[in-house]
């Protein structure tokens, strides 16, 4: 289904990996200018953790000129976005710098988009759909599962309406013009981030491998993905200080993430992004526990590429027929989830059975995953796997 899809290849931020590597962002930045004011975008936690200190601190040339919001939340929404826009729009910024996970680097690329085109971010929701070109975003990766400081898309939770779901917005203007993966800045994170972040790689990896919507070079980037994150992720989220598994941690996230931009996801994210929405629940432990029960699904649609995923997970499949090795690959998933000390049920992280109808109603509408699975799920396939799976 792969070599036949016509299709865009796009990858346009320029990353600069390995330890130490955060003292390129300045020559980064300085390739675009200096112009005007920055934005940091951060969370409490980074700043906390002393990291966004680290990033100004490589930066003297812009510190007078920069102002610091510093409480972006998990799952950016409609309101809270724009209330960030609102309060920084008169004062010249004209670069963004986000220094943070998937949430940060999303909600940095929103207000990218606020600050050339004004209004509301829901006027956006969609394909290149603003009109002046978005305010340059440099990204410091800080966790290992976002993808997005290599990727085109903003998800963004839709708060204002009466149905909670996430939206995203997309546009060619919206990679990140360099991305830092440093993986000795992320020294010391807490086990259990790099433990649900990691998953949430190894889904977009998993998910992207067999989308209907990728290509000989997506299938490049997302299968090897899987072998760097099987071989890493034990390692990485048992002790943090272990900068080799921290490179390749993150480095492996954003090679996915540039996969998950040009080939899309599938069924996990469809359905995680509904109780994303719904519950305010961090998303990679949401995938990371609705991935297996998915490939328990989905792997009789493709059970070639599931053995290949298998192999890529290290499971010795030989003398396997394709569908045993596919199977024993989605088995080694469930391990591998329930090793890095993922809850096995949704119901562990609040979700209750009694949202099951609308968290299927969200997922079996949202046709950027349904369209790219695999398989081509019913309602009733998605009220079954949400039942074993809370
Ligand atoms: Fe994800």
New binding site residues.
């Given amino acids: 289904m792969n070599e036949f899809n016509n299709m865009e290849f796009m990858a346009k931020t320029t990353l600069y990996t390995g330890s130490g590597s955060l003292k390129s962002l300045k020559d980064a930045i300085k390739k675009y200018g200096l112009d005007g004011n920055f934005l940091f975008v951060t969370d409490k936690g980074i700043e906390g953790a002393g990291i966004l200190q680290k990033v100004i601190d490589s930066l003297p040339d812009i510190e007078s000129k920069s102002q610091i919001f510093n409480d972006i939340k998990p799952n950016p929404n409609v309101t809270g976005t724009n209330a960030i826009y609102e309060k920084y729009k008169n004062d010249g910024i004209q670069n963004i710098i986000a220094v943070g996970g998937?949430s940060v680097v999303d909600a940095a690329k929103a207000l990218a988009v606020l600050f050339t085109n004004g209004g509301s971010i829901d006027e956006y929701f969609g394909f290149d759909l603003y009109t002046n070109e978005p305010l340059p975003v440099f990204a410091v990766a800080t966790t290992v599962?976002?993808?997005s400081e290599g990727g085109h898309a903003s998800?963004i939770t839709v708060d204002n309406s009466e149905l909670k779901t996430k939206k995203l917005v997309f546009g060619e203007g919206l990679f990140p013009k360099a991305a830092i993966l440093d993986g000795e800045l992320l020294v010391g994170m807490p086990g259990s981030l790099v433990a649900s972040t990691g998953m949430?790689?190894l889904?977009?990896a998993i998910e992207g491998y067999v989308s209907r919507n990728g290509s000989i070079i997506t299938d490049a980037l997302n299968l090897h993905a899987v072998r760097v994150i099987s071989e890493a992720i034990l390692e990485a989220s048992s002790d943090t200080t272990n900068t080799s598994a921290m490179n390749r941690m993150i480095q492996a996230s954003t090679t996915t993430g540039i996969g998950?931009s040009n080939g899309g996801?599938g069924l996990?994210?469809g359905i995680?992004h509904a109780i994303g929405a719904q519950y305010d629940a961090p998303?990679?432990i949401v995938?990371a526990i609705l991935l297996p029960y998915v490939l328990e699904y989905n792997w009789i649609a493709n059970p070639k590429k599931f053995a290949d995923i298998a192999q890529a997970l290290r499971v010795n499949t030989s003398g396997m027929s394709t569908e045993d090795a596919a199977k024993a690959g989605v088995k080694r998933v469930k391990e591998l989830t329930k090793e890095v000390g993922i809850p096995e049920k949704l119901g562990e992280i609040g979700v209750s059975k009694e949202s099951i109808d609308v968290l299927t109603d969200i997922a079996f509408n949202d046709e950027l995953y349904m369209g790219a699975n695999p398989r081509r799920a019913t309602k009733k396939d998605i009220v079954a796997i949400l039942n074993k799976a809370i």
């Fill in positions: 998937g599962g976002t993808g998800v949430d790689a889904t977009h998950m996801l996990v994210h995680s998303h990679g995938n």
